[in-house]
């Protein structure tokens, strides 16, 4: 069984720019949420996809925007970065939307 | 808006002390989980509490819920460096637990 795997694990980018971050989900789970870990806090939720449709969303701008595919693998997409964007984002899946979260190692995003 | 709030913050301990961390709320949750992230990797689930006054126990670690489900402990004892790592707790509804509130999480040392 392969887990929730992420990538790229890390990435570098200059304010302004836009970047995608992809997220492969857990055979059979149909669900995906995403997490923004600034550094020294706890998650911070993103949104969440279940069945290729927004399933809810935190408190966060629309320049945060996800697409999710038929196989279930996500994206996360941010566009103008700005420094405080940067920070560890986690996806992780789960077999329904209340089901417990399996996370994957993260993407740990600079913006510079 | 339901917020977590862990204490304390940072623990050093050495090895084979016992040790308790918290995670206070305001609000009522249905359902919380507890989580141990180690540097570089994604959170990893430790056990989901649901009932008012529930204790579990996975090895040498006891998770408690508060009879009114708006706090919750984990008591580690006899700790060993092992169990060094973030622990963060989070509160989700029984329908979602994709959309987790988290708390900043207790960064624990074990010192060999």
């Known amino acids: 069984e392969t887990g929730v795997t992420q990538s790229p694990t890390h990435l570098i980018k200059t304010r302004g720019q836009q970047v995608t971050l992809r997220c492969s989900s857990q055979?059979?789970?149909?669900?995906v949420s995403w997490y923004q870990q600034a550094l020294g806090q706890g998650p911070q939720f993103i949104f969440q996809?279940?069945?290729?449709?927004?399933?809810g969303r935190g408190n966060f701008p629309p320049r945060f925007s996800g697409l999710q595919f038929p196989n279930y693998s996500s994206e996360l997409n941010v566009n103008a970065l700005e420094l405080d964007d940067s920070a560890l984002y986690l996806c992780?899946?789960?077999?329904?939307?209340?089901?417990?979260?399996?996370f994957g190692n993260g993407t740990r995003l600079t913006v510079t | 808006t339901q917020l977590l709030e862990q204490s304390p913050q940072f623990l050093s301990i050495q090895e084979g002390e016992n040790l308790t961390v918290y995670c206070n709320s305001s609000?009522?949750?249905?359902?919380l989980q507890w989580y141990r992230q180690e540097p570089g990797e994604g959170p990893v689930l430790l056990v989901t509490?649901?009932?008012?006054?529930e204790v579990k126990k996975l090895k040498r670690l006891t998770f408690q819920f508060g009879d009114a489900r708006k706090d919750s402990s984990l008591h580690i004892t006899a700790a060993q460096p092992g169990d060094t790592g973030l622990y963060l707790c989070?509160?989700?509804?029984?329908?979602?637990?994709?959309?987790?509130?988290f708390g900043d999480g207790t960064t624990l040392t074990v010192k060999p």
């Open positions: 992780a899946s789960s077999p329904s939307y209340n089901s417990p979260l399996h």
């Open positions: 055979s059979g789970h149909n669900t």
């Open positions: 996809y279940y069945r290729e449709e927004e399933n």
């Open positions: 609000s009522v949750f249905s359902s």
């Open positions: 509490v649901v009932t008012g006054g």
């Open positions: 989070a509160g989700g509804g029984n329908t979602n637990a994709g959309k987790s509130t």
